[in-house]
Nanobody
Framework: QVQLVESGGGLVQAGGSLRLSCTAS????????AGWFRQAPGKEREFVGA????????????AYADSVKGRFTISRDNAKNTVYLQMNSLKPEDTAVYYCVTKRHPALTRDVQFYDYWGQGTQVTVSS
């Protein structure tokens, strides 16, 4: 069983930054795709970004939703079994609960149905 614990959410003004962290226990992240989804009130969960193991121990593939590309960055620290989401230039429409995810199969995907493990979520609120 894999447990994912997110931290780093909070309240920030528009234009500000936050960094979310997600630490896994029960399984190593190093050869798995990990990522983030978010869900705003009254909306479906949407893909934010993901980071995969590309086969080279020093490089990874990443993917981002168009709405966050250029503002958000995913990174990982395998030694700490942790994935990060650096969020810059935040907008009120980024307000949501952010969920850390990972999956058993290493392939990178944007499809919510292929992610097997979910964290409990952390609230991000961006005020205008």
């Amino acid at each position: 069983q894999v447990q994912l614990v997110e931290s780093g959410g909070g309240l920030v003004q528009a234009g500000g930054s936050l960094r979310l962290s997600c630490t896994a226990s029960g399984r190593t992240f190093s050869s798995s795709t990990a990522g983030w989804f978010r869900q705003a009130p009254g909306k479906e969960r949407e893909f934010v970004g993901a980071i995969s193991w590309s086969g080279d121990a020093t490089s990874y593939a990443t993917a981002y939703a168009d709405s966050v590309k250029g503002r958000f960055t995913i990174s990982r620290d395998n030694a700490k079994n942790t994935v990060y989401l650096q969020m810059n230039s935040l907008k009120p429409e980024d307000t949501a609960v952010y969920y850390c995810v990972t999956k058993r199969h290493p392939a990178l995907t944007r499809d919510v149905q292929f992610y097997d493990y979910w964290g409990q979520g952390t609230q991000v609120t961006v005020s205008s």
